[in-house]
């Protein structure tokens, strides 16, 4: 991750921040010999680990405080945190559910995996700041939908790597206190030190291409290219990486915080395609800074295409503000990419409503009625269809037939007789009035 420009401020303390984060988050050499180094493996070294193909901080060319110098002269575009799409989950399914596989994102890269019985959390971060000071660094921008304690309890918990928006202390702490006791925390070499350290456990950890099984789950830890540091003294002393959750031949990736590389294909290679990805779309610019580390739109959709994955998610964006785009960017972006390389909007979520697309209506088996003086009469009875909104449907009832838009009916279809209503994804039954009327506002 790299140094926030919230530790940029025109005073003492944010010059002493900034350099106190620069220590530790920036370039420095390792102090500490590995304990898991393998002289037969090329990632390994006697200090830490490296990427496979392109190392992410060369010693030639501009870096970090060309960066830095590049922000405080030109300053940053602002940004639109009010345009990321917020729902509110279905917290009573996702606590009941011991069947379905599902996926919910939470924010950031953490999301919440249920499969084959099991809840899995991807780099959960549910902290209000992504940095090791309480008062400063990035902070988030859009509100969590659920606090942790909302969730079923964790069985197993998956840290790509050490940065402080995938690894937050607070997070796996409140993790490792869950009542039903503390989940299994699946890492890279040398992750297991600092949670040791810290008191946190079980833990097991896992090289490049290692798997462990726990109940009916293979976890594999897949090569990213990336980088790990939290200190002045651990640079790259941590592996990095990515994971895949094998169920019965039903296979879920995620990528962790990567750069492109040759990583995909062979991950594809090795496992032959994936029913879902979770891959970052945002944290990238300037390129010229964070190519080798970070992705953006259009390299996302590549690995997308690249690791052969049937759905994929974009995340690592909304959040915070840990480069120079906004953080709503992807919304515009995406689309684009996905255009450019010809993958359809129901294979890389989210589909994002622009003001040229207007939302989509879908109605599932749809009852809606009106009360009489005396009684009560079916306006809508068993509909089922999917429109875009402000489409003109016919509608036939007991009182004759006419012409209107759903759109017209907007006002009740949260509480429909029977039945429910999805509007771009969001189904109206989870809203309260608050997000009703946020619905109503940005996209109806």
């Known amino acids: 991750m790299p140094i926030p420009n919230h530790l940029f401020v025109h005073r003492p303390i944010g010059t002493l921040l900034l350099l106190l984060a620069a ?35 060369p010693d030639d060319g501009p870096g970090f405080w060309s960066w830095q110098w590049q922000r405080l002269s030109n300053g940053l575009v602002p940004q639109n945190p009010d345009r990321v799409p917020r729902t509110a989950p279905d917290l009573a399914y996702l606590n009941a559910n011991r069947s379905d596989t599902t996926v919910t994102w939470i924010g950031h890269a953490t999301a919440l995996w249920q499969v084959g019985g099991l809840n899995i959390l991807t780099d959960p971060h549910f902290s209000d700041r992504a940095s090791p000071f309480s008062f400063a660094g990035p902070r988030r921008h859009t509100p969590l939908p659920m606090a942790l304690d909302q969730l079923p309890r964790i069985d197993v918990v998956l840290i790509s790597h050490n940065h402080y928006d995938h690894l937050d202390r607070a997070t796996v702490h409140a993790l490792h206190r869950q009542p039903g006791g503390p989940p299994l925390f699946v890492v890279p070499l040398g992750l297991d030190l600092w949670l040791q350290r810290e008191g946190i456990g079980p833990v097991h950890t896992l090289d490049w291409w290692d798997e462990h099984r726990t109940g009916p789950l293979r976890i594999t830890l897949v090569p990213a290219q990336h980088w790990s540091s939290r200190t002045p003294w651990d640079r790259n002393e941590s592996l990095w990486g990515g994971f895949v959750v094998d169920h019965n031949g039903f296979k879920l990736y995620y990528s962790g915080d990567t750069g492109y590389s040759p990583d995909f294909k062979d991950i594809h290679a090795r496992f032959g395609g994936f029913d879902f990805a979770q891959i970052p779309v945002g944290c990238y610019e300037p390129r010229w800074f964070m190519q080798r580390q970070h992705v953006n739109e259009e390299e996302a959709v590549r690995i997308h295409r690249d690791v052969g994955s049937r759905l994929s998610l974009g995340v690592h964006w909304g959040s915070f503000r840990l480069c120079d785009e906004p953080i709503e960017a992807p919304l515009d972006r995406l689309p684009a990419a996905r255009e450019a390389l010809g993958v359809g909007a129901d294979e890389f979520l989210p589909r994002m409503t622009t003001s040229n697309s207007p939302p989509i209506i879908e109605a599932h088996d749809l009852c809606m009625s009106y009360p009489l003086a005396s009684s009560r009469v079916d306006v809508l009875r068993g509909v089922h269809l999917r429109i875009a909104a402000g489409t003109r449907v016919a509608i036939a009832g007991p009182s004759g037939s006419g012409k209107t838009s759903l759109l017209l009916l907007f006002s009740g279809l949260e509480r429909p007789s029977s039945g429910r209503v999805v509007i771009d994804g969001v189904d109206l039954s989870t809203l309260d009035s608050d997000g009703l009327a946020d619905l109503r506002r940005d996209r109806v």
């Open 23 to 57: 220590l530790l988050l920036g370039a420095c050499s390792s102090l500490r010999v590995n304990p898991h180094h393998d002289p037969a493996k090329p990632h390994h070294r006697p200090d830490g680990f490296a990427n496979r193909y392109t190392q992410t901080h």
